[in-house]
C-alpha cells in the first residue's frame, strides 16, 4: 500500500509499505481521510529520516471486520489516538489516555490501518470522512476535552492564544459554548480563520501589544480564561499575563520547562494552571451531540490533497497557510 514517510527536512515521500496484517481484536480500515497535526511539524522540520509518519487522526471504512462483533464490513469508523490497553481500570471507563500500558497509533497518512476495535468509534454515514476526521480526533477532541476541564460560562473571556488548528478549534467550541473569544497570534490569514470560527476579537501580536489590547477589550478585567495553544516558552508566559483575577490558564501546547515565577504569576492573582491532553473515548457520544446540536467543528478544515500530493499538503500547513488540512488517500 502506499504511505507518506516524513524525511526531515521539510521533505515527505510517498513509496509503497507493506500491508497491515489483522491479528488479535483488530479491524482493518480503507482510510478515506487522515489530517496533518501540529505534532507532526517536529519530524517535518528535524533533521532525521523518520521509518513512516506521524499521522494518528483518521476516518475510513471496514474492509475487514476480522473477529469483531462490534464492527462489519462498510462500517464508518474514526480511530482514537491513544491506544489505551483496554484492561486496566482507565481504559475500563474510556479514559485511555490515563493508561500506563498505552500504545500509540501507528502513521495514519497511508491507505489502510489495521486497529484494535476498542480503539475506533463509529462514524454515522451521513457524516463526511474529513469532519469525522476531527470528531474522533485532535481537531474536536482536545478542544471538546479542553472545555469539559474550564468549564465555561456564557459570557466569558476566553483568550486563546495561538490560532493554528487547535487554537481554531477551541475558538469554535468556546464561542459555541458562549464565551466572548479573543485570539491572539501573529499571522493574519490564521486571525482571519479565528474570525470565521467565531472569535468576537483578534489581536496580532506583532502589530499591537496583546496585554494593552486584551486590557481594553475586557474593559480592564483579563481573561476568564485563558488557552495556551502554540507551546512556546514566551507564549505559555504570555498566556499568564493575559488572565484575569481568579482567572484560570490551560496548557494545551506541548513543550519542554518554563520557567514561572508562583508570586506574580499564580499566588497574588489566585490564578488556577492546568493542563489537558486530548480526549476521553468515553467523551465521543456527547462531542458527537454537540456537532448535531450545530457546532460548526468543519470550518477548521481548509484544505484536502490526495495522498500522492502529501509533500504540497505539508508544506502547506507548514507555512501557517491552512487550518485543518486533509490527506485522501
Ligand atoms: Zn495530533
Ligand atoms: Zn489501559
Redesign the pocket.
Known amino acids: 500500500m502506499l504511505g507518506v514517510q516524513i524525511l526531515g527536512n521539510e521533505k515527505v515521500i510517498v513509496k509503497e509499505y507493506t500491508e497491515p496484517t489483522l491479528d488479535g481484536d483488530n479491524i482493518l480500515i480503507q482510510i478515506k481521510a487522515s489530517g496533518i497535526?501540529?505534532?507532526?511539524m517536529h519530524g517535518y522540520r528535524g533533521a532525521k529520516p523518520q521509518p513512516f509518519n506521524g499521522g494518528?487522526?483518521v476516518a475510513g471504512v471496514v474492509i475487514d471486520a476480522g473477529n469483531s462483533t462490534k464492527f462489519k464490513v462498510g462500517d464508518h469508523v474514526g480511530v482514537h489516538?491513544v491506544w489505551g490497553c483496554g484492561d486496566c481500570r482507565w481504559c475500563a471507563v474510556g479514559q485511555y489516555t490515563f493508561c500506563d500500558n498505552r500504545a500509540d497509533c501507528p502513521g495514519t497518512h497511508a491507505e489502510r490501518i489495521a486497529a484494535p476495535e476498542h480503539v475506533c468509534l463509529r462514524l454515522p454515514e451521513d457524516i463526511p470522512f474529513d469532519v469525522g476526521v476531527l470528531l474522533t480526533?485532535?481537531g474536536l477532541g482536545v478542544p471538546y476535552h479542553v472545555s469539559r476541564r474550564l468549564n465555561t460560562k456564557g459570557g466569558d473571556f476566553v483568550c486563546i492564544v495561538g490560532a493554528g488548528p487547535i487554537g481554531l478549534g477551541n475558538t469554535i467550541v468556546q464561542s459555541f459554548l458562549g464565551a466572548e473569544v479573543i485570539v491572539i497570534d501573529i499571522n493574519d490569514y490564521r486571525l482571519s480563520l479565528a474570525e470565521a470560527c467565531g472569535a468576537a476579537h483578534t489581536i496580532n501580536s506583532k502589530e499591537v501589544h496583546p496585554l494593552e489590547a486584551a486590557m481594553t477589550i475586557t474593559h480592564g478585567m483579563l481573561a476568564d480564561k485563558c488557552i495556551e495553544a502554540v507551546g512556546r516558552a514566551e507564549t505559555l508566559k504570555l498566556a499568564l499575563t493575559l488572565a484575569g483575577k481568579a482567572g484560570t490558564v490551560m496548557a494545551v501546547g506541548e513543550q519542554g520547562d518554563v520557567p514561572i515565577s508562583p508570586s506574580r504569576d499564580l499566588i497574588r492573582r489566585d490564578i488556577t494552571l492546568m493542563g489537558s491532553w486530548f480526549y476521553h473515548y468515553s467523551e465521543y457520544p456527547a462531542m458527537l451531540d454537540l456537532y448535531r446540536r450545530g457546532l460548526p467543528i468543519g470550518r477548521v478544515i481548509t484544505d484536502h490533497f490526495p495522498l500522492p500530493e502529501a509533500q504540497a499538503a505539508f508544506h502547506k500547513f507548514a507555512k501557517g497557510q491552512a487550518g485543518k488540512v486533509i490527506l485522501e488517500p
Open positions: 497535526c501540529g505534532s507532526e494518528h487522526e489516538a480526533g485532535d
